[in-house]
Structures are given as C-alpha cells and as structure tokens.
C-alpha cells in the first residue's frame, strides 16, 4: 500500500484556517487536534515516527467524517480527505475491522448472498419492531444501524428493507432497447442503498426515462461501488469490487451513452474515489482502464437536465408543498453538482433555501455510524434543526446515505418534515 507524502502534505498546509469554521467534526467537539489542519499536522508526525498508531491516535482519525469540506475550503484544495483515508488502511492493517464490519463487508462482495440475507431481515423485521415503540435514542447502536426498519413517525422508515431488491425486480444480463426510436441508450448503477432500502428511486428513474424514450439498461451483475469498504480502511475489499465492476462495464460500455447513479455517495466514488482507491496500491494499469470509462460516467440529475428535454416534459403547475434541498456532500463538494436538481425541481415545487444546505448531514459512513453514533447524532441534529426551520414540508437529496441520517435526525427533534429522492418528485409529476 503506497502512502502520500504525508510530510509534505502537511508542510504545504499554511494553518489559514479557513477550513476549520465548517469542518463536520470540530463543528461537534471544538478541538484543534480533530481539525483539518490539526489531522495534517499528527499525520505528518505519525509519518516520520514521531506518533505512534496507538488506540488514541486510532480514535483521533476515526473521528473524520470524510465530508470534504476542508478540501472544498482550502485555497489550495488538498487532499486531507484521502490522506485520513489512506491511514485508514495502516490502521485496518494494524488493529484489523470489526467482525460486524467484516461481515458487512463480506455480503457488499458477495452479491446473492446479501440478496438472502436482506430480504429475509425485511421478512423478520416487521415482527421484530413496532413503529409506536420504537425510539431513536434508545435503540442500541449495532442494532440501530443494520435492523432499524421503524421510525417514530407514522409512514416513515429510517432503513426500510424490501423482500426483493431493485436489481432482482429489473436486472438483466444484456441491453434490452425498449424504444426502437431512441436516440440515446443509457445504464443505471444503483448504488446498494437504492438496491435494498429505497427502490422507489430505481423505479423512478426508469418511469423518468420510459417517458423520455430513452433506452436503458440496468446491468444485473453489478457490484457495490465500495465506499463503506473505502471509508473504513478495507482496501482489498475495494479493489476487489472496483476490478469486478471495471470488467463488467467494459463488456457493454460501447453500446451505452451514459451510466447514470441515483446515489451522490456511489458517482463520487466511481468518478473519484476509484481511481484515489487504485493509485493509492499501485494499480497503474486499472487506474487507466478506469479512464477510460469516467467520461460516460454521470450523477442522474445532473446527465438528465443537462442532455434531455425532461423539464418540458413535467406538468406546468407549481405545487403548494415547499421544498428544501440537501446539498450532499459527495455532490456538491467533490462533484460540483448542485444546480441541476433544484432547476429540475423548480417546475413543480416552490424551493426554499436552508440556512447553510452544503452543512453535512453527518452521516460519516458505517465506521462513524457504528463506532462513533453520539457525534453523528451531534453533527447532524443542527443539520436537522436546519431543516425544520424552513417550515417545508419536504427535504429532497440526491443520496441515500443522506436519507438515513437526516431522516432519523428530524425524528431526533420530532419533525414532521419528509424526505424524498428527487427523482421521487420529478416522477411523480410528469404529464
């Protein structure tokens, strides 16, 4: 595993601090050591022996939300992001990943078997909770994470899951061109969140694109894009899905025009963080197997309002309802893409802005979920309280991890507020 030059990663650091006011994780705790600048500083040091990867140092860079927002802010855009990220790896290396993880990690490479083992956790879960008992403070954190299906709310789930996933209901092995006529041909990635827990976003987009008459394909043998696997450390993980997929899409990418992905989380990763994944160990010769793929690569929002018609194709009155959008951080941060959903929004509903709509939701990844929940909890009730104050009565975001969090959040302050994909809205509201 190949480290960045953390030392000079540091020292080309001027501590200016403009990053420091918004980052997710000093926002919570008000310690410079958990800073950006302060991260650069104990990775240089840990770099050239002077500290040493004990279980403080652990804590310290666990502590990361990977948000990016240091990077978004820094006059010189550095990596801070992908340098905690790599010593991730030494720290898996060293300590190794938790067997809960570890078994998470294990059904992201084994496709079928998660298809068991989620669909029979949405058969069992509805006898194992109840909606009126359950409460968001209370529940123990591992439980929380992988089983809550329930939120206090009525009709709101936190982290549904479906007898059958988006991939098993409309995956096929081959293009299926459903319009003899059209002129651009597309395939969707999912992402694993829209696979198992929100498929209304799958079924949206391809209802979004059956009225534009826009063939697409929804490849049945993807794999997961590995960002839970990234995040935590777990580079052979990653690796081994991101050669899997690169193989895979190799094999129709002529016959596509794009690959569109619902999940801001998952288009990041394939458009940046595949590539961070494949230099960081060496992999020269993937990473430029890799480019060659990325300029068909697209966020869905962004290759739909910039390469279709599909405003005229939404009804012309403007409902009541107010919405707010999430600007998630993999979106707009490292993809730049804020624009496109709200101009597609904006046909059908009356937008109102946050106070600060590119704060993090402070969802951090199943590491911070699972291991350090009390600061997303505290990293993401303002995000929350936000969202309230807008008196919308729907939040709308590109990303499903962003769902969870902000969902189980405006539960936290007993919100009514309602959180809907906005490929959820945009379908509802075709002619």
Known sequence: MHLLDLKKLADSCVKCGKCIPSCTIYQVNRDETTSPRGF?????????????LDSNAKQIFESCFLCTTCVSMCPASLPTDLAIESVRVEIAKEYGISWYKRAYFFLLRHRKIADFVFSFVAF??????????????KIKLRARFFLPSFSGLKNRSIFPFVKKSFLQLYGESEFIARQESTQ?????????????????????????????EIA?????FQECCGAPAFFTGDIQTVLHLVKKNIVYFESFWDEIDAL????????????????HA??????????????KLLSKVFMASHWLEGNTNLRE????????????????????????IYKEPRKLLSKNFRLVEMEDSSRCCGFGGISMQASNYELTLKAGIPKAQDIDSTHAQIVSAECGA??????????????????????????????
């Open 40 to 52: 650069l500083d104990l990775l240089s040091a840990y770099k050239q022996g002077d500290l040493e």
């Open 402 to 431: 962003c769902r969870m969090q902000i969902t189980n959040t405006l539960d936290s302050i007993k919100s009514n507020v309602n959180f809907i994909h906005p490929l959820e809205l945009i379908a509802e509201n075709l002619k």
């Open 216 to 220: 697409y394909f929804v490849p049945k």
């Open 124 to 137: 069992v879960a509805p006898c194992a909770f109840k909606s009126s008992s359950y409460k968001g403070e």
């Open 278 to 291: 494949l230099e960081l160990s060496g992999e020269q010769e993937w990473a430029q197997r890799l480019e």
């Open 313 to 336: 194709h939404l009804r012309d009155e403007v409902q009541d309802k107010l919405v707010t959008y999430h600007d998630p951080c993999h979106a707009r941060k490292v993809l730049g």
């Open 260 to 275: 569109l992905i619902p999940e801001a989380t998952c288009a990041a990763m394939l458009k940046v963080d595949w590539k």
């Open 184 to 212: 651009k041909r597309v395939a969707i990635f999912i992402g694993c969140i829209s696979n198992y827990n929100y498929i209304n976003v799958g079924k949206s987009l391809l209802k979004i694109l059956d009225k534009l």
